[in-house]
């Protein structure tokens, strides 16, 4: 009940942060940084999760680009998974279609921008990676951001029960 609390906690701070809206930025100043979300849920994954999937798997993301710098920060909540994940990612691909990874948020393959997964069922992760560093071999960064921009990237994370993923969501921007 209280990892439900926390995932409840992180969705309320980040639609406190849509509420707010971007940043002004003046004349001569780096470029506002853009926030996404994503909704992570079992019934989003391509293909379809195993029956004994906890219907309580989910999880919620708020994803910071700062465009003067390159930086995404990604900052995930997560409960109610079958084990701990092993693998997240974001990945190139439409809502209800697999595609490749990107770039990794914990686990393989390397780089792996917040290292090892948690070693929870329900937790967090906080994550910063800086473009083209962060990102998998033939990406480019021009390629993420835009991906990032048209919705075309989701975020996943796999468990044992779940190779192929467990929770997923579509990055859409606010």
Not at 36 to 47: G, I, K, M, N, S
Not at 69 to 75: D, I
Not at 132 to 137: C, D
């Given at each position: 009940?209280?990892?439900?609390?926390?995932?409840?906690?992180?969705?309320?701070?980040?639609?406190?942060?849509?509420?707010?809206?971007?940043?002004?930025?003046?004349a001569?100043?780096?470029?506002?940084?853009?926030?996404?979300?994503?909704?992570?849920?079992?019934?989003?994954?391509?293909?379809?999760?195993?029956?004994?999937?906890?219907?309580?798997?989910?999880g919620?993301?708020?994803?910071?680009?700062?465009?003067?710098?390159n930086?995404?920060?990604?900052?995930?909540?997560?409960?109610?998974?079958?084990?701990?994940?092993?693998?997240?990612?974001?990945?190139?691909?439409?809502?209800?279609?697999?595609?490749?990874?990107?770039?990794?948020i914990?686990?393989?393959?390397?780089?792996?921008?917040?290292?090892?997964?948690?070693?929870?069922?329900?937790?967090?992760?906080?994550?910063?990676?800086?473009?083209?560093a962060?990102?998998?071999?033939?990406?480019?960064?021009?390629?993420?951001?835009?991906?990032?921009?048209?919705?075309?990237?989701?975020?996943?994370?796999?468990?044992q029960?779940?190779?192929?993923?467990?929770?997923?969501?579509?990055?859409?921007?606010?």
């Amino acid at each position: 009940m209280r990892s439900v609390a926390r995932v409840l906690a992180l969705s309320l701070a980040v639609a406190a942060l849509l509420a707010w809206g971007p940043l002004e930025r003046g004349a001569g100043q780096a470029p506002a940084p853009m926030v996404f979300v994503a909704t992570l849920a079992t019934y989003e994954e391509a293909p379809a999760v195993q029956a004994a999937t906890p219907a309580t798997a989910a999880g919620s993301a708020a994803i910071l680009f700062d465009p003067g710098t390159n930086r995404v920060t990604v900052s995930v909540a997560f409960t109610g998974l079958s084990a701990r994940p092993n693998i997240g990612h974001f990945h190139r691909g439409a809502a209800g279609a697999p595609g490749p990874v990107w770039l990794t948020i914990c686990g393989a393959p390397a780089p792996a921008a917040a290292g090892a997964c948690p070693n929870a069922t329900s937790g967090f992760i906080t994550a910063t990676a800086t473009l083209p560093a962060a990102l998998q071999r033939g990406v480019t960064p021009q390629a993420f951001i835009s991906a990032l921009m048209d919705g075309g990237l989701y975020l996943n994370f796999h468990t044992q029960l779940n190779p192929a993923g467990e929770i997923r969501g579509q990055v859409l921007g606010r």
